[in-house]
C-alpha cells in the first residue's frame, strides 16, 4: 500500500509532474501540489464523487473518451481540495478497457495526460529490471550521494547492456547476458567482440598481463 503520509513532506520544484498510482489519491496532496504549481496525474479512484463544470472537446482519431474539468463534492472533499481538476477517460489499447485519469494540469491536450501515465509504466519496468538483472536490492551508503552512485552506475551498465546486442548476431536476452557476464568479470575480453562468440574458449590471460604499478 502506498505511503500518502510520506509523500506529504516530499518537496517538489514548480512545474514538476508528479506521475503516481491511485494509493496516492489523498485529497490534501492534492491541493498542496496544486498550490505550490506542482502538477500530477493519477488513475482516479472508482468512487470518487465528483460534479462536471465543463465538457471539452475530444481530440479526433484518439483513444479519448471523455476531457472535463470538475469539481470534488464527497463529503469534506471541498474543505481539502478546493481547486477545480480535470477527469480524462481514454480506451487501453491493448485491452480495450477504460482508465480514468484525474489531473491539475488544464494546459495539456488529454491524449498527452494519458501518455503521461503511460510512459510511468516504462520507467516502473526499467526498475524492475534493474532491481532483478543488476541485485539493487540494498545501498551500499544511506547519504544521498551514495544512494544517486550506486544509481547512475547501475544506469550506466543497464545502458551498456542495451547497447550490446545492438551489435551483435547472437540472440541475447538480457537476464542472458547479465548471467554470461557474471562468468566472465576476471576474464580479458573485447566487450564489442565477446557477444558474436560467446561461447568462445576464454583467451590466455599471459597474453594480456595486468599493468605493474611501480612506486618508488
Not at 506529504?8 to 509532474?17: D, K
Not at 496532496?29 to 463544470?53: H, I, Q
Not at 478497457?97 to 510512459?119: C, R
Not at 552512485?149 to 547472437?170: G, H, K, N, V
Request: with cysteine; aromatic share 10%; glycine share 4%.
Amino acid at each position: 500500500m502506498a505511503d500518502v503520509k510520506a509523500a506529504h513532506p516530499r518537496h517538489f520544484s514548480p512545474n514538476t509532474i508528479v506521475v503516481d498510482d491511485r494509493g496516492y489519491n489523498d485529497y490534501r496532496l492534492f491541493s498542496k501540489w496544486t498550490e505550490a504549481s506542482v502538477y500530477f496525474v493519477t488513475r482516479m479512484k472508482d468512487n470518487t464523487l465528483f460534479e462536471v463544470v465543463e465538457e471539452h472537446t475530444v481530440p479526433q482519431n484518439r483513444n479519448i473518451v471523455k476531457d472535463q474539468t470538475i469539481r470534488l463534492s464527497g463529503r469534506g472533499a471541498q474543505e481539502k481540495c478546493p481547486h477545480l481538476l480535470r477527469r480524462v477517460e481514454a480506451i487501453r489499447e491493448d485491452t480495450g478497457g477504460t482508465l480514468v485519469f484525474v489531473t491539475n494540469h488544464h494546459g495539456l491536450g488529454a491524449s498527452t495526460i494519458a501518455a503521461i501515465y503511460k510512459d510511468r509504466w516504462h520507467i516502473e519496468l526499467f526498475f524492475k529490471a534493474i532491481k532483478q538483472n543488476l541485485k539493487i536490492k540494498t545501498f551500499v551508503g544511506t547519504s544521498a550521494n551514495a544512494v544517486k552512485t550506486q544509481i547512475w552506475t547501475a544506469l550506466i551498465s543497464m545502458l551498456l547492456l542495451r547497447y550490446l546486442p545492438l551489435s551483435s548476431r547472437f540472440g541475447w536476452s538480457l537476464a542472458n547476458r547479465v548471467a554470461r557476464l557474471r562468468m566472465n568479470l576476471f576474464t580479458h575480453r573485447d566487450p564489442m567482440a565477446w557477444p558474436d562468440p560467446p561461447f568462445a574458449t576464454p583467451p590466455d590471460p599471459r597474453n594480456h598481463p595486468q599493468a605493474n604499478l611501480v612506486f618508488t
